[in-house]
């Protein structure tokens, strides 16, 4: 790939959201969907042409040594364009049962469209940077921008969701900044005053001379920073009012992607932390805190009556063994902890739009008045049911493949005790949405149905993600174990 | 006055700033006191700027003047005028106890840094407790107070905190990343600015006291 290509690349894929979101902010109502979803689908265009090489073990860099792609940057580019595309497919849908209901204003979908636009770039940018500062930059963007996007329905609980994501998300980022900022002094006696100092590459090449005291408060940092973006127990109290009260759409991207995109923050700052300090002090804090997010997730799963704070609590659980699986380290794990990534993303976004339109169709968001989902809302129905099923790790889910994964390697590399409560807790996790989904999708439809014709392409962001979970449970090529071994390789340290 | 000696007043400074910042419940003024914090600091960037002879750091001071010395505390004043709330009359913690906060962070502070070694630079080092000082007296604000207001003020402090704290371990970050993160702390006054109004013309209030509905 030739350096031009990088560049153009990245200038198009950082540039068109911004300016697409801008046109798309002004446009009429009816062009601004267009326009936003356009720049999103060709920012994706490029970001998959950087990631494929990536992936398949082409390292791609360019733009001044802004630029860095490896497998594990790759895969994060990869979910980040299924989640956006699949919530872009969804929102046509949720604006037309946003519209019955009577939004506040009628400008109100083209401002969606066009934060969805900035939202989706933004996240586009991280796994591409080389640059741990501009990392920060572009990872609150996105907390500033989806802060508008969680309270764009205006409704006190909206507003009051958005306020504390606003806060809460400033403040969590913030450490991460205070992070960032003790990586870069720790390498300024051995660098200078450059900013390729602050290139994770060049920290991570250099990390066993780095100032040990600093690094260690740097990875404390970045793991409450990035740690709270990411939803991980104790940091975590923003998530399911935010993830429950955005647009199904938004939600989906918050949680698919978002999440996503946060570990990968943190992921390099462990990789360069386990370089100075060695592994044992980001693993116990990544175990320790991946625990507390499953034990603290599941009562609130089990004892939900809210179907929106069922997905968000949920994504904590989930977070919570990607974090583990981080701490666990080693091959197995690793390459479980990629596949669960992907895997998740997939499911919750379909799950979120599904669970909009039961929502929508059933006139509450109460678990209680929702039965009947399937006979009600047979599409949203069937895939809720079928995406929960997945979501709980049960086969043929690729779920079931990476948290089997996750939880031997764990033993594999002397977490037993860790990776025996995870599963009772994974198992327990399972039982309790699975309850809830029963209440919902079974039984007679508490009031008559008032479903609006579903549109294919809502019928596509639902039922897409789902085939694609199910197959990557039953189906690996060589190629694709290559990729996710790859991707181990690089989260390992090992480079890919 | 020599580089280091500004550099040790305006340390001082802003520790004296960051107790009278959790000590008032005018708005108004905290917002002044914020200000005047991002002032000083500015002018400690430029003083070992122009020593050093590194014009980055000068601008990087310019810009703390402008943006977080001029600009935000401008934008807050008019969003206050706009509100009625203009006194954190019941914050969480009385005056009492936070002074003895106040007093517990600048001993948690000057404790903390006593042994991170800084570099060869001409008395920066001394900042290095103020900075970490106004971290922690800006989540102490965002912790203890309930009126929006008074929030974006400890969110403006905190990050104050971090700036200095980067000033004091680093002169500050690249130009580009410091430019980066002086227009996503914009951004975020100004969507908090959005919601603040939203909350008045909704909740009909502007104090978070009125949000607690979400649970569970």
Same mark, same amino acid.
């Given at each position: ?14 540039? &068109? ?28 265009? +490029?970001? *998959? ?25 790759? &895969? ?46 933004? @996240? ?26 969680? %309270? ?29 900022? &003790? ?56 998530? !399911? ?7 199904? !759409? ?5 949680? %698919? ?42 009562? +609130?799963? /089990? ?6 704070? *069922? ?14 699986? *981080? %701490?666990?380290?080693?091959? &197995? ?12 993303? *997939?499911?919750?976004?379909?799950? +979120? ?41 049960? !086969? ?14 764990? +033993?594999?590399?002397?977490?037993? /005790? ?26 007679? !439809? ?33 190629? @694709? ?16 | ?216």
């Amino acid at each position: 790939m030739t350096d031009q290509f990088v560049t153009f690349a990245v200038l198009v894929l950082f540039a &068109l959201p911004v300016i697409g979101g801008i046109i798309a902010w002004f446009a009429p109502v009816h062009r601004a969907g267009a326009v936003a979803g356009g720049s999103i689908v060709v920012a994706s265009g +490029f970001g *998959l042409a950087l990631a494929f090489p990536a992936l398949l073990g082409t390292r791609v860099s360019g733009l001044g040594g802004l630029v860095f792609v490896d497998a594990l940057g790759g &895969l994060i580019v990869v979910i980040v364009v299924a989640v956006g595309l699949i919530a872009i497919l969804g929102t046509p849908a949720h604006l037309e049962h946003a519209l019955e209901d009577g939004t506040p204003s009628e400008r109100d979908p083209a401002r969606l469209w066009a934060l969805m636009a900035w939202f989706v770039g933004g @996240l586009l940018a991280v796994p591409l940077l080389d640059n741990l500062g501009l990392i920060w930059v572009a990872i609150e963007w996105t907390t500033v921008v989806s802060a508008l996007l969680v %309270g764009i329905t205006r409704t006190p609980a909206a507003i009051e969701a958005a306020w504390k994501y606003l806060i809460l998300g400033s403040v969590g980022v913030g450490f991460a900044l205070l992070g960032t900022l &003790l990586a870069y002094a720790s390498s300024v006696d051995l660098l200078g005053e450059t900013s390729d100092a602050l290139a994770w590459t060049r920290l991570l090449s250099i990390a066993p001379g780095l100032d040990p005291a600093l690094v260690r408060l740097a990875f404390v940092f970045a793991l409450v920073g990035y740690g709270t973006k990411a939803g991980l127990a104790p940091f975590h109290t923003w998530l !399911p009012d935010a993830h429950s009260q955005a647009p199904s !759409p938004v939600s989906a991207t918050l949680s %698919g992607a978002t999440l996503a995109v946060s570990l990968y923050a943190l992921a390099r700052f462990q990789q360069v932390a386990a370089g100075t300090l060695g592994p044992d002090l980001p693993s116990g804090l990544l175990v320790a805190v991946g625990l507390l997010s499953l034990a603290v997730a599941v009562p +609130f799963i /089990v004892a939900q009556g809210d179907l929106k704070r *069922l997905l968000a609590y949920s994504s904590i659980e989930h977070l919570g063994i990607c974090a583990l699986a *981080l %701490g666990f380290g080693g091959p &197995l794990a690793l390459a479980g902890l990629a596949l669960h990534l992907l895997a998740h993303g *997939l499911t919750k976004a379909s799950l +979120f739009l599904s669970a909009g339109g039961l929502v929508a169709s059933g006139r509450s968001r109460r678990i209680a008045r929702l039965g009947g989902g399937l006979s009600a809302d047979p599409a949203d129905g069937r895939a809720f049911l079928v995406g929960s099923v997945l979501l709980s790790g049960l !086969p043929p889910s690729a779920l079931f493949v990476s948290e089997i994964a996750i939880v031997f390697g764990g +033993f594999q590399r002397g977490w037993g /005790v860790a990776a025996g409560v995870a599963a009772v807790l994974l198992a327990a996790a399972a039982a309790g949405m699975l309850f809830h989904v029963a209440r919902v999708v079974f039984g007679s !439809p508490s009031r008559p149905p008032t479903v609006a014709g579903l549109r294919v392409r809502h019928l596509l962001a639902i039922g897409v993600p789902l085939a694609l979970t199910v197959l990557l449970g039953i189906w690996a090529p060589a190629g @694709l174990t290559d990729t996710f071994d790859r991707v181990a390789r690089v989260l390992g340290g090992a480079g890919g | 006055m020599t580089a280091a000696g500004i550099v040790g007043t305006v340390a001082g400074l802003i520790i004296v700033l960051g107790v009278a910042l959790v000590l008032t419940r005018s708005i108004g003024r905290s917002i002044l006191l914020v200000a005047a914090q991002s002032i000083l600091a500015g002018i400690a960037a430029i003083a070992v700027g122009i020593s050093l002879g590194q014009w980055p750091i000068v601008l990087g001071g310019v810009l703390a003047i402008v943006f977080k010395g001029l600009v935000a505390p401008v934008f807050l004043r008019s969003m206050l005028g706009s509100t009625t709330v203009a006194v954190e009359r019941h914050p969480y913690i009385g005056t009492r106890l936070s002074l003895v906060a106040a007093i517990a962070i600048v001993f948690v502070a000057a404790s903390a840094t006593s042994d991170i070694g800084v570099s060869g630079a001409p008395g920066v080092a001394r900042v290095l407790p103020a900075a970490i000082a106004q971290v922690l007296t800006g989540l102490l604000l965002v912790m203890t107070r309930r009126k929006v207001m008074s929030l974006l003020v400890g969110i403006l402090v905190f990050e104050n905190g971090i700036a200095l704290t980067a000033f004091a371990l680093t002169y500050g970050m690249p130009l580009v990343v410091e430019l980066g993160i002086a227009f996503d702390l914009l951004v975020a006054v100004a969507v908090g600015w959005v919601y603040t109004r939203q909350m008045v013309a909704v909740l009909g209030t502007a104090s978070t006291d009125s949000l607690r509905s979400l649970r569970g």
